[in-house]
C-alpha cells in the first residue's frame, strides 16, 4: 500500500463537450453524477468538427446550470483540436470565478487529453497568464512512470490516460510505477478508469482492448490499494468509444443505427459508487452494506470473433484478447445464492461470498437471466438481451445490468 499526500481525494468523469445531452439539457448528468459521488465533471474542450462559437456557448450553458445545481466543472483541454492557448486563457479567466469552477486548495482545476506536447510551454504561455492559482494536470499517454516524473512537468502532477491496448497485468505495472514515482517526487497522480472499450466504425477507428473484464472492477481495486490523488473516469458520454457510464440519447437522429443508443451503461456508474465511497475513505477494499447490496451482469451480444462478411471493417483490434463469457459481479454483505441462466443451457449456480466478486462464466446463445437470493429475499432478478451468433455489423460494446 502505497500513501497519498493531501489535497482530498476527489473522482472526477470525463464529460465529451461535443456529446451533447438530449435538448442541451446537463441536468439529468449532473444529477446522476452526484448520485454516485461524483465531485465533478472534466470538461472536454475541443473535438473533431467543432463549431467553436456553438462550443463556446455550450460551455457558458454547462457552467450556468452546474451553477443552478451546486456542482463542479473543470476545463480538459483537448490539444488535438485546441491549437490557441490565448483559447485556454481566456476561458480559464471567464469561468475563475464561478461557483462552478472546481478549486482545489484555492486553486482552480486545469487538465489536458493530448497525444503529443502542444506547441505552446504550458506554464510560461498559458498557467502564468491565468488570472489565479492553478492546479494544473497535463494529460499523457505515456505508460513510463520514471520517464514521465523525471520531465519538467509543467504543473502539480500528471493525468495519465487508459492504455487499452495493454495487458491487464502491465497496466497494475505501470500504476505501481506512477504511484512509486508519485511518492519520491511529490508530485500528485490522476489515475485514469474505464469501462470496457470498443470502437467499430472506420479503418483507423477499430479496436477493442486487451484488458478485457479486468479493466473495471480488477483496476478499481488496485487503484484502492495504490491511492492516487485523483481518480477521473474516462469517460461519461464518450459513446463512439464505448467508455460512457452515462445515460445515452436513445431519440437522438440516427440512433437505432450505432451501437451505443440503446446500451444503458447505468451498471458501470452504480457499481462504482461503493469504489468511489471506499476510495474517499482511504480504505484499500469495498465494505457492503445490507442496504447496498447489487448484483450485476456483463457480456458482449456476440461471439468476440464472429463477423459477418457483408461487415466493411475486420475484426476490431485486440479482439482476440476477448473472453465470450457472462461476467457476474456480486456486492454482498453477507453470503448468497447465486443462478445464471444462459439461452438454452443448464442454469449455474454457486455462493457468492461477502463483499465483491466477479465471476467469469461461459455463456450459450439465447437471453441471459441473473438471480440472486438469501434465503425468501431476492436480491437481484433480472433478464438480459439475447446472444445470437453473429448480428449485421460487429458490436463489441457490452451490455451492463
Do not use: C
Not at 472536454?44 to 456557448?57: F, I, K, P, R
Not at 491487464?168 to 519520491?184: F, I
Not at 497522480?189 to 482492448?209: C, E, R, V, Y
Amino acid at each position: 500500500m502505497t500513501k497519498r499526500a493531501s489535497p482530498t481525494p476527489l473522482v472526477f468523469a470525463h464529460y465529451m463537450l461535443i456529446m451533447q445531452p438530449k435538448d442541451g439539457d446537463y441536468t439529468n448528468d449532473i444529477n446522476l453524477a452526484k448520485a454516485a459521488g461524483i465531485d465533478a465533471f472534466a470538461v472536454n474542450y475541443g473535438g473533431w468538427n467543432v463549431d467553436w462559437a456553438q462550443h463556446e456557448t455550450q460551455l457558458a450553458r454547462f457552467y450556468r446550470t452546474a451553477e443552478q445545481l451546486s456542482f463542479h466543472l473543470f476545463l480538459s483541454i483537448d490539444t488535438t483540436s485546441v491549437k490557441d492557448p490565448n483559447v485556454i486563457i481566456s476561458l480559464s479567466n471567464t469561468y475563475l470565478s464561478s461557483p462552478a469552477q472546481l478549486k482545489v486548495d484555492d486553486k482552480i482545476m486545469l487538465s489536458s487529453f493530448q497525444t503529443d506536447p502542444p506547441a505552446w510551454d504550458w506554464q510560461a504561455d498559458v498557467i502564468s497568464k491565468i488570472n489565479g492559482p492553478v492546479l494544473f494536470f497535463p494529460g499523457t499517454l505515456s505508460d513510463d512512470a520514471a520517464a514521465l516524473f523525471s520531465d519538467d512537468i509543467p504543473g502539480a502532477g500528471l493525468f495519465p490516460w487508459i492504455h487499452p491496448s495493454a495487458t491487464a497485468e502491465k497496466e497494475h505495472s505501470t500504476d505501481t510505477a506512477l504511484a512509486s514515482q508519485r511518492d519520491s517526487t511529490g508530485k500528485m497522480w490522476m489515475a485514469g478508469i474505464a469501462p470496457w472499450f470498443f470502437t467499430h466504425l472506420s479503418a483507423d477507428k477499430n479496436w477493442a482492448q486487451a484488458q478485457d473484464d479486468k479493466i473495471f472492477m480488477d483496476r478499481w481495486s488496485s487503484l484502492l490499494s495504490l491511492k492516487p490523488n485523483f481518480i477521473e473516469i474516462v469517460t461519461w458520454n464518450d459513446w463512439s468509444e464505448s467508455s460512457y457510464i452515462g445515460p445515452p440519447d436513445s431519440s437522438a437522429p440516427g440512433a437505432s443505427d450505432v451501437y451505443w443508443a440503446s446500451v444503458d451503461h447505468g451498471a458501470f456508474r452504480d457499481l462504482s459508487k461503493a469504489f468511489i465511497r471506499a476510495f474517499k475513505a482511504g480504505q484499500t477494499s469495498v465494505t457492503v452494506e445490507e442496504a447496498d447490496e447489487a448484483v450485476y451482469m456483463f457480456y458482449r451480444r456476440q461471439p468476440a470473433s464472429a463477423l459477418r462478411s457483408s461487415d466493411p471493417l475486420p475484426l476490431p483490434a485486440d479482439a482476440a484478447s476477448l473472453k465470450d463469457e457472462v461476467f457476474v459481479v456480486t456486492l454482498l454483505s453477507g453470503s448468497a445464492d447465486v443462478t445464471l441462466k444462459s439461452g438454452d443451457a443448464a442454469p449455474v449456480s454457486w455462493t457468492a461470498p461477502a463483499g465483491l466478486q466477479k465471476t467469469g462464466q461461459a455463456w450459450s446463445y439465447g437471453a441471459q437471466g441473473l438471480q440472486a437470493r438469501r434465503g425468501d429475499k431476492v436480491i437481484a432478478d433480472k433478464t438480459g438481451p439475447a446472444i445470437v451468433v453473429r448480428l449485421e455489423k460487429y458490436d463489441g460494446n457490452v451490455v451492463a445490468m
